[in-house]
């Protein structure tokens, strides 16, 4: 079980990089498709809030990579 | 002296409950009367006004409530329990009540601002409350029937909803339409007040709470519950598994089953909005006593087994029961046996471009009787341009009454999604309190709670749209209606994995033993 839980570490580690770059992307193209406040403004905050949980995310993939949740 | 112990606890409860449900009726008001507010504070022609009507809806609910988490938590953990979850109550309380008292947009030009502002401050006080609530009791109860305890305190979300909702429909039934949208919308927002000072006279006669109290006493108190709660790896990895392990599912759970249900029944499904309101608030009336139960459950059997069934089941549900919803609103697919038209209303509205000028607008209102039972309602708009013979496209809108049975169904399905709810949410406030220890627990607990229900949660109905809008096709431009599942369902799944894997029971809770 430790083992897994260590090797799905390597997961969440690069999810929160890929989840990152993905809403980034979605952002971009939402806004440069219709820029007007309705747009811009919910894709700003949402990707300035998403930034730091995915970060946690990373961190979490690390923790759980270096065995800080094994039994 | 277990009874003199038991009625003071239940005087906790009470205490802790009536003010945390305030607060989320505070919440929910100004959701629920969105389009009022909008309306009245918020001009759509005034780009200004419209910048600052995203900002109040988008802002309040993701940047501020994990924000006032961290702003109040820290206070609670270092002046206590009690007098921080009375501080976030009067500036929910005080909040509200001054929306009721704002003048309009028409009358005042800085009324916007001020509503942004207000709408804020209501976030960063339901930010600190929860946490402070769950707290408390959690600290006042023995540790082993802290789920059952602290249950009562989850039960606050869906009766301040629910309250809400009864507080907004009687004021509307009460009033005429007119009376209603000119002040009669302010009565649900001065009532606040009332219910605020109750509940301050209540909290204010309470002790604060027995373990923060010993602990002060001792010293032990953090000088930096910030700093020890995400700044120590040993806490800060806790507090990462809380949030991708927990609450990160439960927040989607809770925001599919009571919000984002009643978008699809109204938006997708079209059905008749009374009808509707109705059959979710007898679900909600029917499924509150099981956040009790789960709750009790929780201190026999563990809070993990249960809140994972719960993800588990909304996971697997989630399609099949939102679909079967569809299916039996479809109406491409009813047989119509009889048609009635039932009005025909004319009125005069002033011309757009030329307020001396007038159209008249004809609404023809149809009733379709189907071979289930069910009743479309069509009520076709028609507008004849001054000065033009020809009208110009009609608009067309239709909705849906169920019969009974399939009502019933629709509650028994609406009930059934609000179960899961109960089920993932239930114990957790028990789950988190344990899960810290006591002097940095009201910081620790409060951000992954509501940056799951705040930002997972709350960007529900956000990006469902955004996927449903995604699968719209050349080949099938209406899309498909349940796309939007696939957030919740995706977050659900994954913070399955993650908490079946990690989340593990806590070791503060045997050390805990509460004097009181």
Redesign the interface.
């Known amino acids: ?1 430790n083992a ?2 260590r090797i ?1 570490g390597i997961v ?1 580690l690069l999810l929160g990089p890929a989840a990152i770059a993905f809403l980034g992307y979605e952002a971009y193209s939402r806004i440069n498709a219709h820029p007007v ?2 747009v811009y ?2 894709w700003i ?2 990707v300035s ?2 930034t730091p ?1 995915a970060i ?2 990373s ?2 993939g690390f ?2 990579l270096t065995g ?2 094994d ?1 | 002296m277990q009874t003199t112990n038991n009625k003071r606890l239940y005087s906790v409860i009470g205490a802790s409950s009536l003010g945390t449900l305030i607060e989320w009726y505070d919440f929910y008001i100004f959701g629920s009367l969105a389009t009022i507010i909008s309306e009245k504070f918020f001009p759509p022609d005034n780009p200004t006004a419209a910048f600052l009507a995203t900002l109040a809806t988008f802002a309040a609910g993701f940047i501020v409530r994990p924000f006032g988490a961290i702003v109040f938590g820290r206070l609670g953990d270092m002046i206590g329990r009690k007098h921080t979850f009375l501080l976030t109550l009067v500036l929910m309380g005080g909040s509200t009540f001054f929306i009721g008292l704002l003048p309009s947009y028409a009358t005042f030009s800085g009324a916007p601002l001020l509503v942004l502002l207000i709408r804020l401050i209501q976030g960063l006080a339901l930010g600190g409350e929860y946490g402070g609530a769950a707290t408390y009791v959690a600290e006042y109860a023995p540790a082993n029937k802290r789920g059952y305890f602290t249950s009562w305190i989850q039960t606050t979300a869906t009766m301040g909803l629910f309250v809400s909702l009864l507080v907004i429909i009687t004021c509307q039934k009460v009033l005429s339409k007119e009376d209603f949208n000119d002040w009669g919308w302010r009565l649900p927002f001065l009532l606040s007040i009332v219910l605020v000072i109750v509940s301050i006279v209540i909290r204010l006669k309470m002790q604060e709470s027995p373990l923060f109290a010993k602990l002060k006493k001792e010293g032990k108190t953090s000088s930096n519950p910030l700093k020890e709660s995400f700044g120590k790896k040993k806490n800060l990895k806790m507090v990462l598994v809380a949030l991708f392990g927990v609450t990160m599912g439960q927040g989607v759970v809770w925001y599919t089953g009571q919000f984002y249900a009643q978008t699809f029944l109204l938006k997708n499904c079209n059905i008749d909005a009374t009808q509707a309101n109705t059959c979710i608030g007898i679900a909600l009336l029917i499924a509150t006593p099981f956040f009790i139960v789960f709750g009790a459950l929780s201190d026999k059997i563990g809070r993990k087994p249960i809140m994972m069934a719960g993800l588990l089941l909304a996971v697997i549900c989630y399609r099949p029961i939102f679909g079967a919803m569809y299916d039996m609103s479809n109406i491409k697919t009813k047989t119509i046996v009889s048609t009635k038209e039932l009005k025909t209303d004319s009125k005069l509205v002033p011309n757009k471009q030329d307020s001396f000028l007038t159209d008249e607008v004809e609404e023809t209102t149809t009733s379709k009787t189907c071979s289930d039972g069910s009743v479309i309602t069509e009520v076709k708009t028609e507008t004849y341009v001054a000065g033009k013979n020809a009208s110009g496209k009609p608009v067309i809108k239709t909705s849906l009454l169920l019969s009974d049975v399939q009502r019933w169904m629709v509650i028994g399905m609406v009930f059934a999604l609000v179960f899961f709810v109960t089920m993932v949410y239930g114990p957790i406030a028990a789950y988190l309190v344990e899960l810290f220890p006591i002097h940095i627990r009201y910081t620790s607990m409060s951000l992954p709670y509501h940056i799951g229900n705040g930002v997972f949660g709350g960007l529900v109905p956000f990006i469902g749209t955004l996927i449903f809008e995604y699968s719209k096709t050349s080949t099938n431009p209406s899309g498909d209606p349940l796309a939007g599942l696939w957030y919740p369902i995706g977050i659900a799944a994954l913070c399955f994995i993650i908490g079946c894997l990690y989340v593990t029971k806590p070791k503060e809770v045997k050390k805990e033993r509460i004097i009181i």
Do not use: H, N, V
Request: proline letters at 4%; aromatic letters at 22%.
């Open positions: 079980m897994i839980r799905l969440w406040s309705d403004l919910p905050i949402i809030i998403f949980i946690g995310l961190l979490f923790y759980a800080e949740y039994k």
